[in-house]
């Protein structure tokens, strides 16, 4: 029998089932990979926003970090919303002490409805501690824009983000292109050598709840899978891709996309 891949994330909660904890847990799922999870806080959420957040103590997400890591093992973690400054350096020792890598960080800090889930205080730890450590950092274009302090205008000035983010220690960089308005999502992958263009149509749907989410844990169940980190990144780019062009239309605002989707087939929905 082959091994069972087993994939851990470390985020938050999300009631409206779309981002956090509980897409990461779909996307493993759908993409044959044991999931395990270590809760840094639990939101109350839905389509329309964040009603509530309540943070557990990191020494919570400590123990289930120790649960998890040292019976059942890890082949690759991702972290999402870490909610503050004491559960990111916390993270950052538990990943090294219990060698949680390839390590896929999602600098996860401003909900698209503007509530905050990383406390601005944070970011010294999240730069200092937590990115040197990555093997992969996937930031959209406001918390790229956030990390380097730099307004992110045009490709050239992602390029130099990419590159200052990398210096920082992450060995490779996804800047996510969901925010800028082109026809195509385009999302840059960098690895200190050379920039590789990560392409699809842009579907013309506000059902995008959880799209970040989903494909920083796409990329560490590929990489749980043993996939190569471009392949993984780009394998991981068709699973959001399918999931968004047949996001479901749930609830009042902006719905979840469909985590099953990569099933049905067709040039982009490969497995
Ligand atoms: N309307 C869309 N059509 C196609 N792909 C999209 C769309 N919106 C976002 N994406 C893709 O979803 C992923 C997440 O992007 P983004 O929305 O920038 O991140 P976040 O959810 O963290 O804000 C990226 O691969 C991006 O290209
Ligand atoms: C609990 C929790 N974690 C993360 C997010 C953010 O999800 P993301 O995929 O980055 O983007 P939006 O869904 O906010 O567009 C969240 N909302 N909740």
Redesign the pocket.
């Known amino acids: 029998m082959t091994q069972l891949a087993r994939a851990l994330t470390i985020a938050g909660s999300d009631s409206g089932g779309g981002a956090g904890i509980q897409a990461d847990l779909k996307t493993f799922q759908e993409l044959r990979v044991f999931g395990m999870t270590a809760i840094t806080a639990v939101t109350a959420q839905n389509t329309l926003g964040v009603f509530d957040v309540q943070t557990l103590p990191a020494e919570a997400v400590a123990k289930q970090l120790d649960a998890v890591a040292t019976d059942i093992g890890v082949d690759a973690t991702k972290t999402g919303m870490l909610a503050n400054a004491e559960i990111t350096a916390l993270v950052a020792r538990k990943v090294k002490e219990h060698q949680l890598f390839p390590l896929v960080v ?1 600098p ?1 800090m401003v909900s ?1 409805s503007g509530h905050l889930l990383l406390d601005q205080a944070a970011r010294k730890q999240f730069i200092e501690e937590l990115i040197p450590l990555a093997t992969v950092i996937t930031p ?2 406001p ?1 790229a824009e956030a990390l380097t302090e730099t307004p992110l205008t045009d490709l050239n000035a992602r390029k130099q983000a990419a590159q200052a983010l990398h210096a920082l220690g992450a060995q490779s960089v996804v800047i ?4 800028l308005e082109d026809d195509e ?3 840059l992958f960098y690895d200190g050598k050379e920039f590789v263009f ?1 392409r ?6 506000p059902h ?1 709840h ?4 989903t ?1 920083s844990a796409a990329i560490a169940a590929y990489l749980a899978r043993g996939f190569t980190l471009a392949n993984a990144v780009s394998q991981a ?1 068709q699973f ?2 399918a999931a ?1 062009s047949h996001a479901f239309p749930l609830g009042n605002g902006h719905g979840p996309t469909n985590h099953w989707a990569h099933r049905l087939g067709g040039e982009l929905y490969a497995d």
């Open positions: 999602d996860v698209t959209n274009i918390e996510k292109g969901g925010h999502a385009v999302d990560l699809s149509p842009r579907f013309d749907t995008t959880g799209t970040g989410c494909l780019k959001i891709s968004i």
